[in-house]
Each structure stands twice: as C-alpha cells, then as structure tokens.
C-alpha cells in the first residue's frame, strides 16, 4: 500500500517517444506523446538558454567574488534562481517515465500559475513568467496520463500532511509578509519585484509538498521537489543573516530540519506499516 508504483496499464505512456510502448499506443496517443515531449523539450531549451545564468548563481553565488557582484541582491537572486529551478524541475523529470511523475507536473503547473497570480496582484510585469505559464500549461494538458492526472493514489500520508500543515504557517507569513514589502516599499529590492519573488519562493514548496501528502500519483519525486528549496533557503538565511530575505539562525536552522524530516519521512512512508506514515485513501475518504 505504501510504495509510489505504476500499474501495469500505464507501461505503454510510461516513457518518452522512442520505446518499444509506443507500439501499444493508437495514433492520436503517439501524436500526443510526441507533442508533449517537444512542449518539455522546449521548456527546458528555453529555461536553459534564457535563465542559464541565473542558475549557475545557485552553485557560484556561495562564493565570495560573485557574492560580491550581487552584494545586497545576494540571497534574493539566488532565492529567485531556486524558485524558478524548482518550478521547472516538476517539468525536467517529465523526461523520464512521464506517467510516473504527474505529480511533478501539476506541481510546476500550480507553481507558474502561484507565480503569475502573485506577480499580477503586486501589479508586475508578467513578461518574465508568461512564457513558461503557456508552455507548462500546454504539457499538462497533453500530459500522457491524460485525465489521470489529476486522480490521486491508493495512499496518503498523515504524517507529511502534518509536516506540510505546520510549514505552511510561517512559509505563508513570510508570503504575504513580502507581498506586503513589494507593495509598500520603495527600496532596490522593491524595485526590482524582488519580494514578489521571495513570495514565490515560499509558495513554490508547498505546492509540491501538498500534492505529495496527499497522495497524488508520483508523489515521491515530488516531495523531494518540495523539499529541496526549504532545505536551500535555510542555508541561505543562516549563511547571510544580514542580507535582506534572511529569517536569521532560528528560522533557518528550522528550515533545514523540516526539510531533512520531510525527505524522512516519504522514505520510510514508502513501505512503514505505521498508519501514520502511510493511510489507504479509501479510509480518508
């Protein structure tokens, strides 16, 4: 009951263009499919050719020199850069055995879509997230798994809904928090729709992390999807508690251990007994 597995009726669409399961598929499927990869193809082409850059800073921003070419934008830039990484790693893995991760891609659906309602209640330009809003949009609805995308599993887990419930206080403070900066401040962070972003980057996780709690299909990839950037932006706040979007030590800290107890806890919920760790949907229901 616990395991994050496919059954057998979905090996034919269990894989990019060029398997043997195409043979199972009818026409109109393998047209599908095909659209469908070059939709991922093209978001990613796109991701890493426009926003390259923006994500060597995930790696490169730690060190000193760069860090001091970004100066006070330091942890913003490098949160943004998480943000938008993590919304397109939903997409990435779509690379692999797509029916298995359609958890990941409602996760970076929900996520674009988070990022563009957040950048249109703050009155931003909607240039920079527009592109990718249309073309995840686009590989969900040619998404081979078809209108199973949005079925659940045979399992949830109470005990990551919990885990989920008590991040989603402080991550949506900080949320409407920074919300409220990009709306009343006049400083360069404003400026530049930086506390817009860092919304975003509170928003993002929760996305992933909901859909995997509640047991949607491929749900194991897509908890560690959310919990990957927790983890990132507790060692930002606590390496620079003196850059702007930091929450300090405390807060930090606290972010790396919910994200190293979520990462946990979707292991041992894989195949725990503990009706606490993994739950028949049917008995939640």
């Known amino acids: 009951m616990g395991s994050d597995t496919t059954n057998p009726t979905e090996a034919a669409t269990?894989?990019?263009?060029?398997?043997?399961?195409?043979?199972?598929?009818?026409?109109?499927?393998?047209?599908?499919?095909?659209?469908?990869?070059?939709?991922?193809?093209?978001?990613i082409g796109m991701a890493g050719v426009a926003l390259g850059e923006l994500f060597s800073l995930l790696v490169l921003?730690?060190?000193?020199?760069?860090?001091?070419?970004?100066?006070?934008?330091?942890?913003?830039?490098?949160?943004?850069?998480?943000?938008?990484?993590?919304?397109?790693l939903g997409v990435i893995v779509q690379l692999y055995r797509p029916t298995r991760q359609a958890t990941a891609m409602l996760g970076a659906f929900l996520s674009v879509v988070?990022?563009?309602?957040?950048?249109?209640?703050?009155?931003?330009?909607?240039?920079?997230?527009?592109p990718f809003l249309v073309l995840i949009s686009l590989a969900t609805v040619l998404h081979p798994a078809g209108r199973?995308?949005?079925?659940?599993?045979?399992?949830?887990?109470?005990?990551?809904?919990?885990?989920?419930?008590?991040?989603?206080?402080?991550?949506?403070a900080f949320a409407a928090d920074q919300v409220?900066?990009?709306?009343?401040?006049?400083?360069p962070h404003a400026a530049v729709g930086h506390y817009s972003a860092m919304a975003q980057f509170a928003v993002v996780p929760l996305v992933y992390?909901?859909?995997?709690?509640?047991?949607?299909?491929?749900?194991r990839v897509a908890a560690w999807v959310g919990a990957l950037p927790v983890a990132y932006y507790g060692l930002l706040a606590v390496s620079f508690t003196g850059q702007t979007g930091s929450t300090g030590v405390t807060w930090g800290s606290a972010a790396v251990l919910w994200a190293a107890s979520f990462v946990v806890v979707t292991e041992y919920s894989r195949s725990g007994d503990s009706p606490t760790l993994r739950r028949s949907a049917a008995e939640g229901d």
């Open 14 to 43: 269990s894989v990019v263009p060029g398997s043997s399961g195409l043979s199972d598929l009818t026409t109109f499927g393998k047209v599908r499919l095909a659209a469908f990869a070059l939709v991922v193809l093209a978001t």
């Open 61 to 88: 921003g730690w060190t000193a020199d760069t860090g001091a070419e970004l100066g006070i934008h330091r942890l913003h830039v490098m949160g943004i850069a998480a943000t938008i990484f993590t919304t397109l």
């Open 114 to 130: 988070a990022a563009a309602a957040i950048t249109v209640g703050v009155g931003g330009p909607l240039e920079g997230v527009l």
């Open 148 to 172: 199973d995308l949005l079925q659940r599993g045979e399992s949830y887990s109470p005990a990551m809904l919990a885990l989920v419930a008590v991040a989603a206080v402080p991550m949506l």
């Open 180 to 187: 409220t900066r990009q709306l009343t401040a006049s400083d």
């Open 209 to 219: 992390a909901g859909l995997a709690a509640i047991g949607m299909r491929g749900w």
